[in-house]
Each structure stands twice: as C-alpha cells, then as structure tokens.
C-alpha cells in the first residue's frame, strides 16, 4: 500500500499557481502570467483549498490577501521548489556520467587549516566531481545542514542533535592577536590572567554559544572576569579593531597567519580553551564522497 506521505491530493502544478497568485495578489495578473485562463486558474486553487482543508486566500470584490495559512504555505513553498530543481539537476548530471555536486559549508579557521586537503582527498579519489562552498557561522552551517541546503559543514564545536551525525576533528589551540605595540608582544607565550585589564573581542555568542561561554569559564577559571567585552563579526572586523587599539582577539592558531598590518599573534599558555573542531552531515545521509571525507578524518585528523 502506498506511504500517506505519498497520497497527496494536489499537484506540482497547483503549487506553482498558488505561487504566482500570492506574488501577484491578483486572479487576474496570475492567469496572464501562467496563460491560462482565470476560471481554470481559480478551479486549481479551490482544488488546492479543498486539498488542504483550509482557506488560502482572503477574498473581497477585487483584492485578495493570504491568510495566516497561506503565509505559512507561501513561505514554506520556495524551499520545496528549490529542492525539487536541485534533485532534478543532480539526476540529469548522473544520469550523463557526472558526479553530483557537493555543497560544503565551511567556517574560515577550517578552510584555513585542515579542509582544503579533504577537499583534495575527494577530488582525486571521485572523477567529475564539483563542490559549492558556503561561508558562515557554526549556528548557519547547523541550520543549512539540517534544512538540506549543505551537504556537509565543518564547523567549531561540537553538536549534539537527532537530525545530525556529528564527526569530531582534532581541536586547535587558541591564541590570541594583540596590537603590535602592546605590551604583552614582549612575552612569547601569555598567559590567560594577563589578560584580566583587557578588552577581549569575541564572536558574538549567538554565533557560536559554546564556544563564547568556554572562553568566558577559563577566564573565570583564571581568576577574573572580562573586563569589557566587543562582539563583532567577521574575523577581520575583529583584526581590524585590535589594529586600532580596541582590544585583544581570540583566534584558532591555525588562523596565525593572518594578521594585519599592526598587530602580531602570541600562542596561549595552556589550559586555555581549545576549538573542537567537526563535520557535521544529516544522520541519513549516505554517499561515495561521504565515506571518503569520514575514511580522511579518521586517519588524518584525530
């Protein structure tokens, strides 16, 4: 017996329709834009309203508007479309002998450290095979992997979600990039408490809450709390303003190289807070690629 999941009672069609109405808001300017006449453009959106057991449209003489249902469904919509098309893509490519293309998300101390070699890795054990990169913070990447936009996203800590299979990579050292006439650039190595007078510039904690909070506990740890703290984003804004002499940044070393002009990098005398590093991937996904990313880190990177 068919799943209920595949029983709908509409088709890919009524959902284009309904589309074109909610961004037109007019029955009229809708059927111009399908070519169909206005009749059968509205026989299909009363099917879709029967379908669904709900109104979509708000009704008066001649203006329409959604309903809260119909927010909800057009917003929700765009999304589907968008999967749809991205699954036709990837099936006309392997149907011609090509790889799909992988989607990757990435944050920019992983794509300054260990991911390009992964990347190499696939490319030289997948023939054809195409990548799309996405920058972001870890809670985009965790949000995009989740909702299927990424296939994979490396990421500075690690989560715990049911949705999502979480492959941990070595974590990196913190350190910290002070301006180059700072006091502190005479020590090779600093210590936390030294830096209980300063102003720490943080990623905000909404973009990495775990992350923010293991630094705010080592300082606490180390016998003090923040001074004053600046959240900015992205990494060089944060540069930059311990260029001008606003503060002090937290960095991954692996991120050492890329200081500016005025200020220079001092590694953290340990215990300090480390990055924890992983890959993150759908709990049902499977894949060539997959299998060889998750062979690389287990030999490469723990």
């Not at 492959?167 to 990196?172: M, N």
Request: with cysteine.
């Amino acid at each position: 017996m068919m799943p209920n999941r595949y029983q709908l009672k509409f088709e890919l069609r009524h959902l284009q329709t309904f589309m074109v109405i909610a961004e037109e808001l007019s029955f009229r300017k809708a059927a111009e834009v399908l070519l169909i006449a206005q009749p059968a453009l509205s026989r299909q959106i009363l099917q879709l309203e029967e379908a669904l057991d709900c109104q979509l449209f708000d009704r008066h003489k001649r203006k329409i508007k959604l309903t809260a249902a119909g927010e909800y469904f057009y917003d929700k919509l765009p999304n589907l479309f968008n999967q749809v098309y991205e699954i036709s893509q990837h099936t006309q490519r392997i149907a011609a002998g090509q790889s799909a293309i992988i989607k990757i998300g990435y944050s920019s101390a992983a794509m300054s450290g260990f991911l390009p070699a992964i990347i190499r890795e696939i490319q030289n054990k997948l023939e054809n095979c195409e990548f799309k990169f996405v920058e972001g913070t870890s809670n985009e990447l965790i949000h995009s992997v989740t909702k299927e936009q990424l296939d994979a996203a490396f990421i500075l800590f690690r989560p715990k979600f049911p949705l999502l299979k979480t492959i941990p990579i070595k974590a990196d050292k913190t350190g910290i990039i002070l301006p180059e006439d700072h006091a502190l650039t005479a020590k090779k190595r600093v210590a936390l408490k030294d830096l209980k007078d300063e102003t720490l510039i943080l990623f905000p904690r909404s973009t990495n809450p775990e992350m923010y909070d293991e630094i705010i506990s080592y300082c606490h740890k180390a016998g003090f709390s923040p001074k004053a703290i600046i959240e900015t984003a992205p990494r060089s804004t944060a540069i930059g303003l311990v260029a001008a002499g606003q503060g002090i940044a937290t960095i991954a070393e692996s991120l050492k190289y890329t200081c500016v002009m005025g200020t220079t990098y001092r590694p953290l005398i340990q215990p300090c807070p480390m990055i924890n590093f992983s890959c993150i991937v759908r709990s049902d996904r499977t894949a060539q690629w997959l299998n060889i990313l998750s062979k690389y880190i287990k030999k490469n990177l723990i």
